[in-house]
């Protein structure tokens, strides 16, 4: 089992950034897939990113150039940061480890308005 924690997110300004942290409790995070989805309103829930447990990465097309995933294993924790937010990019992002079996974080609220 694993619980994630994510957090960092809020009100941002178009163009700009934020980073969102998740923090996992439980053993074998090192050997876990770790993504990021989102789910914004009336639409269905997308990966958005995921690093493998070599460190390579993969990202969907709508935020390649603009978001970079990372985690530090030392500190069980995987990081999104997001660059040149645009209004599209609101929705709640979650957390996930795993491919197959899927644990699931509760979710932080990205909002990008003016």
């Known amino acids: 089992q694993v619980q994630l924690v994510e957090s960092g997110g809020g009100l941002v300004q178009p163009g700009g950034s934020v980073r969102l942290s998740c923090a996992a409790s439980?053993?074998?995070?090192?050997?876990?897939?770790m993504g990021w989805y989102r789910q914004a309103p009336g639409k269905q829930r997308e990966l958005v990113a995921r690093?493998?447990?070599?460190?390579?990465?993969y990202y969907t097309d709508s935020v390649k150039g603009r978001c970079t995933i990372s985690r530090d294993n030392a500190k069980n924790t995987v990081y999104l940061q997001m660059n040149s937010l645009k209004p599209e990019d609101t929705a709640v992002y979650y957390c996930?480890?795993?491919?197959?079996?899927?644990?699931w974080g509760q979710g932080t609220q990205v909002t990008v308005s003016s």
């Open positions: 996930t480890a795993g491919i197959i079996t899927i644990f």
């Open positions: 690093i493998f447990n070599d460190g390579s990465t």
């Open positions: 439980g053993s074998g995070f090192s050997t876990y897939t």
